[in-house]
């Protein structure tokens, strides 16, 4: 408990946190640690979230194949898609002849359903190739740099979802075994059979290692902000029930006291609480206290320096000078005053990389319309399982819809679309039921095997299903026509983008259930299973018109001026733009104002380069920069002068 990563027998180390919190670059520094402490080691640091930056931290070009980064370290950032088509040409034989033997469908019905909806793209593939990577026993240490941590609770439950797909493939092979021993007498094991045995011990291996206390350790990290640490704290309850080990906590960005710069100063003093706040809050673990530093941690030898002090091997010196500003030109002039005058404008959506700000700029937009426009009713809500918006609006929401005080037309809405998602699945698997039982009556007949796998028909959902059907709660309410503008604070950008594409891939996915459906016909009529999911797909098809249509949707992108927030917004920005999704606005957010503090003067600096970058990028795009605020925004009058900030010009005041 008293040393960082002390336990010489760790072959799994995982980190996680908020979006922004510094995971990558921990998850980075600590395999250069454990490169130096033994040469001979064989580490293996890799990604698992969408949206990658371990790439960037090291400054090297990683991507979906075993990288090497220096002798006996290695980086991989996973890619779900490629990973999802290996795993379909290994296996696919044996899933559909599986799917072929276990119901009245026929092998050309069935196929498509099941290899789209193998249960997993992101997370459970990322489980999957850890598996392999197990099994092959060729690295001593795999670091795990996750996701935000939201996804990262999904990665971690992930083991269970594998065995509840392996059961429902294992109930199809159930009617293949039941009728080889009623006509042969006896069932020979065979391929298919092996095939489950070898994905059965896989997840089981997985999830051995998971909570192996003598060989795993997973490390939350933190900043002094109350949404990092409301989501650290959660993590922390959460890994204890699934019995994963947690020592340490890191703290990054703590703030040291300059009483020389003001906005330094006031920094420091409201970070203070947030800092005993922690300290209360994990007292039971070993607190590791990285400072806020004045320039990105980037490549080798970055890194090195960053985990010496990680480790307390060095102490963090911050700039004694005052750099010479760069005259390289203003910063941009865009304001988002524009979407005032749009009166059309009912749907605006904010996303980008962790960390960035998505909620508090999502939110004092929300604020700011809702003023400025009082004849229209605006609806704040959130689909990111980490659920942040009541910390930034200060005022409970949860998955009702919930007045916010002191405003009389905003609405806010945290939709838990995981509840939404089991709602819909409970009321079909009871319409089979009943469907089946009025159609065999008092005959005694029973069609076991294509009933329970009827029924089970939508566990295997396509991943991400439930961050849809908290959409489609808004697509309800846009159909009600009760509320006139919609909000959105999305999810960190990696998993936004499988959140955007996802609409067409479900409704290829409903087709083939439909197809399955339509079998039935001469046999058992299915309408009500079948309008249920009807309902999905008209569902869907409006998601997606509401997406594109340019005279109703806007979607603001947000970025910070660092190396890894503007490499992940142009990933964004592309993606966006073949998805047909409207976008004229990006917001720089957190640029350092013009100051004589050394820190300060070096962190500005270094955001130039970047502010100027972006500017290049994406000419002809309003571009909107905002200050670092010597404050965190929460509460309804931080949102305001966010808000303020947004609308009038940050830039045009400070130049």
């Known amino acids: 408990m008293n040393k960082f990563l002390a336990n010489p027998n760790l072959s799994l180390i995982m980190f996680g946190g908020k979006g922004g919190s510094g995971k990558t670059t921990s998850a980075a520094a600590t395999a250069l640690r454990f490169h130096k402490l033994d040469p001979k080691k064989r580490i293996l640091v890799m990604s698992t979230d969408p949206a990658h930056s371990l790439g960037d931290s090291f400054n090297i070009t990683i991507g979906n194949k075993i990288t090497p980064i220096k002798e006996n370290v290695w980086g991989l950032e996973i890619d779900s898609n490629a990973l999802l088509e290996g795993y379909k040409a290994r296996h696919g034989e044996a899933i559909k002849k599986i799917a072929d033997r276990g119901t009245y469908f026929?092998?050309?019905?069935?196929?498509d359903?099941?290899?789209?909806?193998l249960p997993g793209l992101d997370e459970v593939m990322a489980i999957i190739r850890i598996a392999d990577l197990l099994k092959a026993e060729d690295y001593d240490l795999i670091i795990l740099d996750t996701a935000p941590t939201g996804h990262t609770m999904v990665l971690l439950s992930l083991p269970e979802r594998m065995e509840q797909w392996i059961h429902l493939m294992d109930m199809l092979m159930d009617k293949h075994r039941y009728l080889m021993k009623t006509m042969a007498g006896r069932y020979k094991r065979d391929e298919c059979d092996e095939f489950l045995d070898s994905q059965t011990k896989d997840v089981r291996k997985v999830r051995e290692l998971l909570t192996n206390t003598s060989a795993t350790e997973f490390v939350p990290v933190?900043?002094?902000?109350?949404m990092s640490i409301a989501e650290v704290e959660k993590a922390v309850n959460t890994l204890k029930g699934y019995n994963i080990k947690v020592n340490s906590v890191i703290v990054n960005r703590v703030i040291e006291k300059v009483k020389e710069c003001p906005f330094c100063s006031a920094r420091w003093a409201e970070k203070?609480?947030?800092m005993q706040e922690i300290e209360e809050k994990f007292a039971d673990f070993n607190l590791i206290k990285m400072p806020l530093f004045p320039k990105e941690v980037r490549g080798i030898d970055s890194l090195t320096q960053y985990a010496q002090i990680l480790f307390g091997e060095a102490e963090y010196k911050a700039p004694a000078e005052v750099l010479a500003t760069s005259e390289r030109g203003n910063l941009p002039e865009g304001s988002l005053a524009d979407l005032l005058e749009r009166d059309e404008l009912n749907f605006l959506m904010f996303g980008g990389k962790g960390g960035v700000g998505k909620t508090s700029v999502a939110a004092a937009n929300a604020l700011y319309l809702a003023r400025h426009k009082p004849e229209r009713k605006v609806l704040a809500f959130s689909t990111d399982p980490a659920q942040a918006l009541s910390d930034s609006l200060g005022q409970h929401i949860g998955n009702k819809i919930t007045h916010i005080s002191g405003l009389n037309n905003l609405y806010a809405l945290e939709i838990d679309g995981t509840q939404k998602l089991e709602e819909i699945k409970q009321e079909y698997k009871d319409v089979i039921d009943e469907t089946f039982e009025r159609f065999l009556g008092g005959s005694g007949v029973d069609v076991k095997f294509d009933r329970e796998v009827l029924r089970e028909l939508l566990s295997a959902t396509p991943p991400g299903l439930e961050e849809l059907?908290?959409?489609?709660?808004?697509?309800?309410?846009?159909?009600?026509?009760?509320?006139?503008?919609?909000?959105?604070?999305?999810?960190?950008?990696g998993h936004l983008l499988r959140f955007l594409e996802l609409p067409n891939m479900v409704r290829d996915w409903l087709k083939t259930g439909f197809k399955l459906l339509t079998k039935y016909k001469g046999i058992v009529k299915m309408t009500r299973?079948?309008?249920i999911l009807l309902d999905l797909s008209r569902d869907i098809r409006k998601i997606l018109e509401v997406f594109s249509n340019p005279r109703t949707t806007e979607f603001v992108m947000i970025t910070i001026p660092e190396e890894m927030g503007v490499a992940e917004m142009g990933d964004l920005s592309s993606s966006i733009a073949k998805l047909n999704i409207p976008s004229f606005h990006i917001i720089i957010n957190m640029v350092i104002p013009p100051t004589e503090c050394p820190f300060c003067?070096?962190?500005?600096?270094?955001?130039q380069k970047y502010i100027e970058k972006i500017a290049h990028q994406l000419e002809g795009q309003t571009i909107s920069p905002i200050p670092f605020l010597p404050h965190d925004v929460r509460g309804l009058q931080n949102l305001s002068e966010l808000a303020e900030i947004m609308y009038y010009n940050f830039?045009?005041?400070k130049n």
């Not at 026929?106 to 196929?111: G, L, S, T, V």
């Not at 359903?113 to 909806?117: D, G, H, I, L, M």
């Open 601 to 607: 003067s070096a962190k500005r600096e270094n955001q």
């Open 469 to 493: 059907m908290a959409l489609r709660v808004i697509m309800e309410l846009m159909k009600e026509g009760e509320y006139d503008l919609f909000v959105l604070d999305s999810a960190a950008s």
């Open 651 to 653: 830039s045009k005041e």
């Open 106 to 111: 026929d092998k050309a019905d069935i196929e």
């Open 529 to 531: 299973a079948t309008e």
């Open 113 to 117: 359903f099941f290899t789209q909806s």
């Open 272 to 274: 203070e609480s947030y």
């Open 222 to 226: 933190t900043i002094p902000e109350p």
